[in-house]
C-alpha cells in the first residue's frame, strides 16, 4: 500500500527549530527523486526542497541556508531540518514523490510565532 506519513511538525517561536520526518512505503524508495511541500492558509501548495536517491538537494530562495533536506534510504525516511524559522513558514508541511506523486498524507502542521 502507497501511504506517505509525515511528522515534527509543531508550534515553535521565531527562530527556531523543528525536524520534520516522512516515512514513505508501498514504492520502490530509491528509484524516486523526494520532496517536501508546503502550503499556507488560502495559498497554493509549494515546492520546498528536492532530493535526489544520490543525495543531490535544490530549495526554494526563501529556504536556503536555513532547511536542509536528507532522506535515509535503508528505512526509506525523509527529512527536513528546520532552522532559523520565520512566521512565514507557517503551513502544512507534506512530502512526495517529485517526479510520481502519490496520494497526498495528512501531513504536518508548522506554526512560527513572531
Known amino acids: 500500500q502507497v501511504q506517505l506519513v509525515e511528522s515534527g511538525g509543531g508550534l515553535v517561536q521565531a527562530g527556531g527549530s523543528l525536524r520534520l520526518s516522512c516515512v514513505v512505503s508501498g514504492i520502490v524508495f530509491d528509484l524516486h527523486v523526494m520532496a517536501w511541500y508546503r502550503q499556507a492558509p488560502g495559498k497554493q501548495r509549494e515546492l520546498v526542497a528536492t532530493?535526489?536517491?544520490?543525495?543531490?538537494?535544490n530549495y526554494m530562495d526563501s529556504v536556503k541556508g536555513r532547511f536542509t533536506i536528507s532522506r535515509d534510504n535503508a528505512r526509506k525516511l525523509v527529512y527536513l531540518q528546520m532552522n532559523s524559522l520565520k512566521p512565514e513558514d507557517t503551513a502544512a508541511y507534506y512530502c512526495?514523490?517529485?517526479?510520481?506523486?502519490?496520494?497526498w498524507g495528512q501531513g504536518t502542521q508548522v506554526t512560527v510565532s513572531s
Open positions: 512526495n514523490s517529485l517526479w510520481n506523486p502519490m496520494p
Open positions: 532530493i535526489t536517491n544520490g543525495g543531490v538537494t
